[in-house]
């Protein structure tokens, strides 16, 4: 079994900064790409960012120079730190990983249940 669960949103002021955490724990041998994602009501969900095993990332355009994607392998854990926060910032932030699980040569999507970040003033 592999779980991934997020943690650190919150109400933030717009231009406000919060820092989310996505840990992944079970039977895990290695983990390839992580990514955060999100789904504002009303709203198809988005990729936020990406970041592979070796370092990699990728940002969707609306977040580029104010969310910085970061993760300690051997934690197995990603961050997602947010910056400048605006309004149209406010969404459920998911995580996912492609996780290769113990005794497979598999790659699995796993998906977190999702942290909840609100800008207002």
């Known amino acids: 079994q592999v779980q991934l669960v997020e943690s650190g949103g919150g109400v933030v002021q717009p231009g406000g900064s919060l820092r989310l955490s996505c840990a992944a724990s079970?039977?895990?041998?290695?983990?390839?790409?992580m990514g955060w994602y999100r789904q504002a009501p009303g709203k198809q969900r988005e990729l936020v960012a990406t970041?592979?095993?070796?370092?990699?990332?990728n940002y969707a355009d609306s977040v580029k120079g104010r969310f910085t994607i970061s993760r300690d392998n051997a934690k197995n854990t990603m961050y997602l730190q947010m910056n400048s926060l605006k309004p149209e910032d406010t969404a459920v932030y998911s995580c996912n990983a492609g996780v290769i699980p113990i005794a497979t040569s598999r790659t699995f999507s796993y998906w977190g249940r999702g942290t909840q970040v609100t800008v207002a003033s």
């Open positions: 970041i592979s095993r070796g370092g990699s990332t």
């Open positions: 079970g039977t895990i041998f290695s983990i390839n790409v």
